[in-house]
């Protein structure tokens, strides 16, 4: 059993890439870094949580295989295979174009 022994947030841009599938990859943001270590306190590692509470190492992973981190900075955009895409948080938007998604999604 290993335990959390600190957690820090992730800085926009880092990612962790699963494999799913033979032929597929998921590319989920990572929203924190977290220091583990095992019971007896003998090994630490940082891993990185993605925003679905995935970790390499996790007793389940449930994207699949672990491949590898990736930092694509925010202004160049999501990975294509983002598993999740979410608004770019450096845009900025008008109150009447945010009513006018509220209002749609509403429908």
Request: aromatic share 8%.
């Amino acid at each position: 059993m290993r335990k959390i022994v600190e957690i820090v947030p992730a800085r926009p841009g880092w990612y962790a890439r699963w494999r799913p599938g033979p032929d597929t990859t998921r590319t989920c943001p990572v929203a924190v870094w977290v220091l583990i270590e095992d019971a007896d306190g003998s090994n630490r590692e940082v891993v990185g949580m993605d925003e679905h509470g995935h970790w390499p190492g996790a007793d389940v992973d449930s994207d699949g295989e672990f491949v590898r981190y990736l930092f694509q900075p925010p202004e160049s955009g999501q990975p294509e295979d983002a598993c999740a895409p979410v608004p770019d948080p450096c845009r900025r938007v008008t109150t009447a174009q945010m009513l006018s998604v509220v209002g749609a999604n509403t429908r």
